[in-house]
């Protein structure tokens, strides 16, 4: 049950990321780059083929989109 609802947070802050991005217009290689981790992580965080991101990855990725780090707050 713990994580089962870890997953669903885990995938709702990972579709947010990806949904500012998008609205920012920019690509995962794009942010990647600003966030200095490989595209690959990237691709498979928003794929969903990998929901076992570590916190620097994603506080990386919040930085990079400059997102307050708040929305890790659950």
Do not use: C, Y
């Not at 780059?33 to 992580?41: C, R």
């Amino acid at each position: 049950k713990e994580a089962e609802r870890r997953q669903a947070i885990i995938k709702a802050v990972i579709r947010s990321l990806a949904q500012e991005r998008a609205r920012q217009g920019m690509s995962r290689n794009a942010l990647a780059a600003k966030a200095g981790i490989s595209q690959s992580v990237v691709s498979r965080l928003e794929s969903g083929v990998s929901l076992n991101p570590t916190i620097d990855s994603m506080l990386r990725i919040a930085d990079a989109l400059s997102v307050d780090p708040e929305i890790f707050s659950w």
